[in-house]
């Protein structure tokens, strides 16, 4: 449905060149080939962020609420990237999960996991100790889940053949264009960029650690601030490539909001361990020393953290002792792969995670949106993004459609 007006030089612009973003552009175009779409981001490069600094798992959706967006779109997502690498010659693996019990607590959650997936509609296999052992000789436990579906990629790869795929199809790319401003009018938006004024009859915000900002920019009340967790990881010794032959995760703690540090094959043949979850005093911060002013008094200042500081202090003690305690890192690995040893894990690319959390403290676990009449803002894309990312863009693109065609009507 291409304008008219001439105040709309485009008729959809997405904020947002990760993986999440650039699919919502690419099904846009599919969905409504005339239109005119446009692809924003602040990066000389897409898949900087979020996507390019993540595990490379395709996760199967193990953990998640049944009926809830995450579980619908991660059973869906994992489906639609492997048919997406298969069509695209990008290379995957599926070696499978095992989530490991070390303890009778794990054993009842392993058990409770199990029916999860059940529910879910995922196939999952509950391993003995020597069955473990059999299948995995340096992994000890007391049990496992095994999740054959569970697979390897590498994520900025399918983001960069997904771009490829928007601009063959029409859509504009514009990258190395940061957002200043934006005013909702009735008749358009007005954003500005420092590449000049961009005119949109609408606007999808997928902008991961900047959610929050984008809404407050278009004057969107909401309830929630951005908190980004920093995920530290290691790298294994090249002489333990061949340690597993499975990701390795451990049960997770129900109480906690993260799955816990786990073993990692990577597409390129390495084995990534990690990551912990430490709260991140900068939304973009990825290097050994990371500190940012603006971030941290929007942090200090927004009342939901201290609400989660109090239900979580103890963990949250735990995770940072572990971040500059490196054998407390290793305790955590130890549990259930024992040979490794401290000078085994060698340093490896930090990640954050951007984290809703409401203004009580809670936080958000599902997809969250908000939205004014021309806008939609993708404010909670939780793990796993990545894996849902196809069917994610193609849900936000059919919202656009039937918001565009009620303002139309």
Known sequence: MALTDSLCAHDYVVIGGGIVGISTALHLKQQQPSSSVLLIDKESKVAKHQTGHNS??????????P????????????????????????????????????SPIELQRMANLKRRCEDNGIAAKTLQ????????????????????????????????????????????????????????????????????????????CCAGLMADRLTQMLGIET?????????????????????????????????????????????????????????GWKREGYGSINFSVKDSLALLSFPGFWHLGKRHFASGLIEYKNSFYKPGYLKLLNKYCPSITIDDLKPYPAGVRAQAVLNDGSLVHDFLFAESKRSLH????????????????????????????????
Do not use: W
Request: proline share 7%; net charge negative; aromatic share 6%.
């Open 223 to 279: 309830n929630f601030a951005i908190v980004p967790f920093r995920g530290e990881y290691y790298q294994l010794h090249h002489r333990h490539r061949h340690i597993i032959n499975h990701l390795i995760y451990p049960i997770p703690d129900p109480e906690l909001p993260f799955l816990g540090v786990h073993l990692t094959p990577m597409i390129d043949g390495s084995i990534t361990v990690g990551p912990n979850a430490v709260l």
């Open 67 to 102: 009926g809830s967006l995450k579980a619908d779109f991660c059973k869906r997502g994992a489906l639609s990237t492997i048919e997406f690498c298969q069509k695209n010659n990008i290379p995957y693996q599926q070696p499978g999960k095992l989530l490991v019990a070390t």
């Open 56 to 65: 490379g798992v395709i996760h199967a959706g193990v953990y998640y609420e």
């Open 129 to 204: 100790s020597q069955q473990l052992r059999e299948l995995e000789p340096n992994i000890v436990g007391l049990g496992a889940l095994q999740i054959d579906q569970s697979g390897i990629v590498d994520y900025p790869q399918i983001a960069q053949a997904m771009a490829k795929q928007f601009q063959l199809s029409g859509g504009e790319l514009l990258l190395s264009t940061e957002l200043l401003g934006a005013i909702e009018r009735p008749e358009a938006i007005e954003l500005s960029t420092s590449q000049g004024t961009i005119n949109t009859y609408q606007l999808i």
């Open 378 to 409: 993708v404010c909670n894309a939780p793990s796993p993004a990545a894996t849902s990312a196809i069917p994610i863009g193609q849900h936000i693109a059919e919202l656009m459609t039937k918001k565009s065609a009620a303002a139309l009507g």
